[in-house]
């Protein structure tokens, strides 16, 4: 069975770091793009990271340019999602998703979500 699957969610102090994990079985991520998305309570999906291995390509949206990185590791065919600065703007659920596109439009594989709370 391919899937997705994301962990390190949690709750964290304003100003504060957390590292997502997003795992990927039955496929090779390095053939896809990899997308990192968040969905805030009200809010629309938000897309904050599109890139992918092969190409080195890499997008962020401007909301967190600066303080997330994304880090492939082939080896365990695993994408992480770095969150520095976090702001409480930055709660959301984070999915990953893989994508054949290379805006990572219509994903082929979302992962389950990861809720992430910036609160003091």
């Known amino acids: 069975q391919s899937q997705l699957v994301e962990s390190g969610g949690g709750l964290v102090q304003p100003g504060g770091s957390l590292t997502l994990s997003c795992i990927a079985s039955?496929?090779?991520?390095?053939?896809?793009?990899v997308g990192w998305f968040r969905q805030a309570p009200g809010k629309e999906r938000e897309g904050v990271f599109c890139g992918s291995k092969i190409s080195g390509r890499t997008n962020y949206s401007d909301s967190v340019k600066g303080r997330f990185t994304v880090f492939f590791d082939n080896a365990y065919n695993t994408v992480t999602l770095q969150m520095n600065k976090l702001t409480p703007e930055d709660t959301a659920v984070y999915y990953c998703a893989a994508s054949s596109n290379m805006l990572c439009a219509t994903p082929t594989y979302w992962g389950q979500g990861t809720q992430v709370i910036v609160s003091s």
């Open positions: 039955g496929f090779t991520l390095d053939y896809y793009h």
